[in-house]
């Protein structure tokens, strides 16, 4: 195994810090929502009260402090409907509900709004935007969904996303022949064999995900190229037997390899055959391929 692969996997994911500049800060003032239309303190009492107190939960902070951590509370209220449009999310409210400052809820508002799930408006205050407006294919709102009330659709949609765009990105990929390339797929797989038999799921996962975005990237397409990001995102969200990448097995390693030796042939329909394959869900799950919706 190479050093900058294994460096590469081992390597905890970073995240943007989404500050936000001076300028950006007085765009979520206090005391924006007029006062008939605001919820009291005591409207967030039906909220799980391991969501307060921010500053004491590390989990799923992704080491943002603070800000992220409130990020992460707050769109993942949203996006299971805990928080819906008829609710204005006043900030000084915020705040005292989860004992941070000012500064933190409005950085954490200006992020939920880059995502599509909120929206400041003089003299209406912020409120939580229609479904038809959230960036679902943001990483953070992929997550959220994933975790949450949505998860069966989210889990079918990221399905079908990979089945559209996989087989498609394996067989461009063919005829780009870059041997560095090549390489750090095959040390993928390789770090994936070594996991395997040390059952360590976590670092096969990350080379999983590793060599899917990768493979994407060297497609050719920078419109697919956009899309790698979504498919680590499934690879990690999961949650269950999907596809066939989504628990370490020897069948699971061993259509990785047949792709990467695809590749190296420039065998388009062999690399298009061999991700289909690996796509292919588990015997034991009822639906093998994700079928069409009715419309």
């Known amino acids: 195994m190479s050093t900058l692969a294994h460096t590469m996997m081992t390597a905890a994911r970073s995240a943007d810090s989404g500050l936000a500049s001076p300028g950006e800060l007085d765009r979520y003032p206090y005391a924006e929502a007029p006062a008939v239309d605001r919820v009291g303190v005591s409207a967030w009492d039906g909220v799980d009260p391991e969501l307060g107190r ?18 992460q509370q707050l769109g993942q209220m949203i996006v299971s409907g805990d928080l819906g449009a008829d609710r204005p999310l ?13 500064t ?12 599509g799930l909120v929206s400041a408006r003089p003299n209406v205050g912020t409120r939580v ?10 990483p953070d709102i992929i997550e959220w969904r994933a975790f949450g009330p949505q998860r069966d659709d989210q889990r079918r949609e990221l399905s079908e996303l990979r089945w559209t765009i996989e087989p498609l990105a394996a067989r461009l990929a063919a005829g780009h022949g870059r041997e560095d390339v090549q390489q750090r797929l095959m040390d993928m797989v390789e770090i994936m064999g070594h996991a395997m038999a040390q059952g360590d799921a976590l670092t096969f996962s990350r ?8 493979l994407i990237q060297v497609a050719g397409n920078r419109m697919l190229e ?17 596809t066939g990448c989504d628990r370490p097995n020897e069948a699971s390693l061993a259509h990785h390899g047949r792709i990467c030796d695809a590749l190296a042939a420039g065998d388009g329909a062999a690399a298009e055959t061999a991700m289909r394959q690996l796509l292919t869900v588990h015997p034991e799950v009822e639906r093998v391929v994700p079928a069409p919706r009715e419309h």
Do not use: T, Y
């Open 90 to 102: 006043v900030p000084e409210e915020i705040g005292q509900r989860f004992e941070v400052s000012r």
């Open 226 to 242: 956009h899309l790698s990001g979504i498919v680590s995102s499934a690879l990690q969200v999961s949650g269950g037997p999907v």
């Open 129 to 138: 935007r229609p479904v038809s407006d959230w960036n679902l294919l943001d």
């Open 54 to 71: 921010v500053g004491r939960r590390a989990a799923g902070s992704r080491g943002r402090g603070l800000h992220g951590q409130l990020v």
């Open 207 to 214: 080379a999983d995900s590793e060599f899917h975005s990768l």
């Open 104 to 115: 933190v809820v409005r950085e954490s508002l200006r992020v939920l709004e880059a995502k």
